[in-house]
């Protein structure tokens, strides 16, 4: 079993749907990312928490340390949020990464 | 602040080759993480360098090899090229200390053995 499980693997919305990516891990953690990574590969950090809740414009992420769960919400989604979202823990002080297999998500008009 | 940089951002090698790939972090960021993204495998930790030491290490062979030097960039080297080293190489900065820090990630180098 991978220590970070990523739901769904695909997910495809129309214009303006609600979206949730979930994320669930096995270890004990010290923060927890979630990266965008758009076709052609650049990785971008999206949120980094360690507990509750962060909003960004239409985006939003939180997290359960005790469930050991963590969600990230976009709101009105847009085609150009088309995009793979990966959800990554961080284990110990080093800054090493634990990646889920992320989820492909398609927006349509 | 100027954002991670990595060269070359793509590179065609032949097996049996060594390539070596460049990382310069965000000014002030001390912490160079290196990472593996295969279609097979998804991404995979190679290793950190902070200060100048490996810090930690994944499940790599020895022909992956890396260092960072005293200005904080950072270089990773692949020895004896197999075709399953082709990959998107990232490599991500961060300050490396503290209770939690987030990492910025570079652009790639994408590498494809022939």
């Known amino acids: 079993k991978n220590e970070v499980e990523q739901s769904p693997q695909n997910l495809t919305a129309q214009e303006g749907e609600f979206i949730t990516i979930n994320c669930s891990y096995s270890?004990?953690?010290?923060?927890l990312h979630w990266l965008q990574q758009h076709p052609g590969g650049g990785i971008v950090s999206l949120f980094m928490?360690?507990?509750g809740k962060k909003k960004h414009g239409r985006l939003i992420a939180t997290i359960n340390i005790q469930e050991k769960h963590s969600s990230l919400h976009i709101t009105a989604s847009h085609p150009r949020d088309s995009a793979v979202y990966i959800c990554?823990?961080?284990?110990?002080?080093?800054?090493?990464?634990?990646f889920g297999t992320g989820t492909r998500l398609q927006v349509t008009l | 602040k100027a954002g991670v940089t990595q060269t070359p951002r793509y590179l065609i090698k032949t097996r049996g080759q060594q390539v070596t790939l460049s990382c310069s972090p965000i000014?002030?960021?001390?912490?160079v993480s290196w990472y593996q993204q295969t279609p097979g495998q998804g991404l995979q930790f190679l290793f950190e360098?902070?200060?100048?030491?490996?810090?930690n290490k994944g499940n790599f062979p020895g022909r992956f090899s890396g260092r960072q030097f005293s200005n904080s960039r950072s270089e990773m080297n692949v020895s004896t090229l197999e075709l399953g080293d082709s990959a998107l190489y990232l490599c991500?900065?961060?300050?490396?200390?503290?209770?939690?820090?987030?990492?910025?990630f570079g652009p790639g180098t994408r590498l494809t053995v022939t």
């Open positions: 360098y902070f200060s100048e030491t490996q810090r």
């Open positions: 928490l360690s507990s």
């Open positions: 990554a823990v961080l284990t110990g002080t080093a800054s090493k990464l634990t």
């Open positions: 991500a900065s961060s300050t490396g200390t503290g209770e939690s820090f987030g990492q910025y």
């Open positions: 000014s002030g960021h001390r912490s």
């Open positions: 270890v004990g953690i010290s923060a």
